[in-house]
């Protein structure tokens, strides 16, 4: 079982920057993908970005250009830094760890920008 923990959500202007962080504890396998997605109100859950633990990265069209994502395989942690925040990125923040066995979700953080 994976049990993940979130933080670095907040409220921040629009054109600045948060850093999130999920941190995975449990029975971690060594090829895993860790993944942020988002879920604005009124709208379905998207995929914002992904790391597998062999590198691959993937972004939505959306955030390219403004998110990082980053993972450190010793600390089974990955982050997420947001630059250039629009409103539109509002939303729940929830990680996501994925291996050939389980599906985890982290409680979620909420993001808000204002404009």
């Known amino acids: 079982q994976v049990h993940l923990v979130e933080s670095g959500g907040g409220v921040v202007q629009a054109g600045g920057s948060l850093r999130l962080s999920c941190a995975a504890f449990?029975?971690?396998?060594?090829?895993?993908?860790m993944n942020w997605y988002r879920q604005a109100p009124g709208k379905q859950r998207e995929l914002v970005a992904s790391k597998s633990s062999r590198g691959n990265t993937n972004y939505a069209d959306s955030v390219k250009e403004r998110f990082t994502i980053s993972r450190d395989n010793a600390k089974n942690t990955v982050y997420l830094q947001m630059n250039s925040l629009k409103p539109e990125d509002t939303g729940v923040y929830y990680c996501?760890?994925?291996?050939?066995?389980?599906?985890?979700w982290g409680q979620g953080t909420q993001v808000t920008v204002s404009s």
């Open positions: 996501n760890f994925r291996d050939s066995y389980m599906n985890t």
């Open positions: 449990g029975s971690i396998r060594s090829n895993n993908d």
